[in-house]
């Protein structure tokens, strides 16, 4: 059975660059803000979440994990943290919140797909 990857970001063109790198091996799902994210991950029960920090709306990455960790069905989800925030205390945030990584922007999309297929082999 395919792994789903959900990936949430405000930039569309880099859930494209994602999406790319991803190739054919997974089913990828897209949500633009933190709303959106929860209501596909509850729906879709994704592998793996690509989740970008600073998002428009009500919540931001950190909200969403918080959200996500809370779930009964989705707290042995992964989480891959995506920010253009590199400041350690972010990280630390991010990784004590239970972040599986953490990616600063700009990232390269070969490493990020190094993660995640070492994630889902797991």
Do not use: W
Request: proline share 4%; aromatic share 6%; net charge negative.
């Amino acid at each position: 059975m395919m792994k789903k990857i959900l990936l949430v970001d405000d930039h569309a063109d880099i859930r494209r660059l994602i999406r790319i790198t991803l190739g054919k091996n997974y089913e990828v799902f897209e949500a633009e803000d933190g709303c959106t994210a929860l209501e596909i991950a509850r729906r879709k029960r994704p592998d793996l979440i690509v989740l970008d920090v600073m998002m428009p709306g009500e919540q931001n990455g950190f909200q969403v994990l918080d959200a996500l960790k809370s779930d009964p069905q989705l707290i042995h989800t992964r989480v891959i943290m995506v920010t253009a925030r590199g400041q350690a205390l972010d990280y630390e945030d991010g990784m004590r919140r239970g972040a599986d990584a953490y990616f600063i922007k700009p990232f390269s999309p070969l490493q990020l797909l190094a993660s995640i297929k070492e994630m889902l082999s797991e």
